[in-house]
């Protein structure tokens, strides 16, 4: 049997441009653009929401081949102004995408997003599936109350006891029954005491869990308090809200929306955050999709066997 050695990220490579988008509203979008100016068009949809982009995201793709546009959705990153709420929800990003692909003149784009960056991708590609050349997607969250119920109050915790510990620890006992409800109450306090131990308890929570390698694989940026504040306030903002879709099950109820585009699905078997059960109801609804769930990985996009299939699927689409 022949062994393939697994694909790596591309070449660190900085931005040819970095701009921002008036929304006419009181938010600026920041985004940035790298690789070719004249290669194929795609946009990169971070996590969170509210968890800005990284430069690692820039590596996913050939830089001879792509024009890679990466926004800081509202309210996080370099986007201003930060870990605001108002004009903040789901519809309002799809329109910010909008706005730049217009601004830049692209007809279609690939669409590449994980985790909440999925959520988005889908949403998007059902509001505008004309505008979707390909989707890449990793760590498929649907947004639907189970999913939130496991990772906020009763499931993950069975498997990272020790880091539930901490997220725990802000809250006391008699509120412990609605957590999601409870972390508000302190992440939208006057006081910013409370609201920044609330926040890195909720952004260490995740970042405890999106590796395999558990509470040792935390990413150093999830207990910075600027970053976390943005982090744990727009998720618990968009996740009381269920994402803001008519209801729990839109996408999969849109499925045929998406069904021509062209889709590469990378779903990691030990996803804690994302358990994979989302992402086999997904290939389900929609089997035409390429799927493919990595024997070895979590949620975290930086895992060995994550960033193979997703810049082979990014390989792939750059041949269409």
């Known amino acids: 049997m022949t062994h393939t050695a697994r694909r790596e990220l591309y070449p660190e490579i900085e931005p040819f441009e970095t701009a921002f988008l008036d929304t006419g509203g009181i938010h600026r979008v920041h985004y940035e653009q790298v690789g070719n100016p004249a290669g194929k068009p795609a946009v ?23 024009r890679v546009v990466l926004p800081d959705q509202r309210g996080c990153g370099k986007s201003t102004p930060n870990a605001v709420l108002e004009d903040n929800d789901t519809w ?17 784009w690939t669409v590449f ?36 119920h496991w990772f906020y109050q009763d499931g993950a915790s ?3 006891p020790d880091a539930w510990e901490g997220f725990l620890a802000p809250i006391p006992e008699a509120e412990r029954g609605q957590l999601m409800e409870a972390y508000w109450r302190r992440l939208s306090s006057d006081d910013p005491a409370v609201r ?3 926040a890195i308890a909720w952004a260490s929570w995740e970042g405890d869990t999106v590796s395999v390698k558990g509470p040792q694989g935390r990413p150093e940026k999830f207990a910075e308090p600027e970053f976390a504040v943005a982090f744990a306030r727009i998720e618990n903002h968009y996740f009381r809200n269920l994402g803001f879709f008519p209801e729990s099950d839109w996408i999969l109820k849109n499925v045929d929306r998406m069904r021509r585009i062209p889709t590469w699905i990378v779903q990691g078997r030990f996803d ?42 990014t390989d792939a689409a750059a041949r269409l």
């Open 196 to 198: 920044t131990e609330a």
């Open 92 to 108: 309002k990003l799809i329109e910010d995408l909008e706005a730049i692909r217009e601004r830049l003149g692209f007809e279609r």
């Open 113 to 148: 997003g994980g985790s909440w960056g999925s959520t988005l991708a889908m949403a998007y590609a059902i509001t505008h599936p004309e505008r979707v050349e390909a989707l890449v997607l990793r760590g498929i969250f649907l947004m639907a109350p189970s999913e939130l």
């Open 272 to 313: 804690v955050v994302t358990p994979c059960t989302s992402a086999w109801s997904l290939h389900r609804a929609w089997p035409e999709a390429n799927f493919e769930m990595v024997p070895d990985a979590g949620h975290a996009s930086s895992e060995p066997g994550i960033i193979d299939g997703l810049v082979r699927a």
């Open 158 to 160: 069975h498997i990272f």
């Open 44 to 66: 990169v949809l971070h996590g969170g929401p509210g968890g800005g982009i990284n430069p690692a995201l820039r590596r996913y793709f050939d830089p001879a081949l792509w």
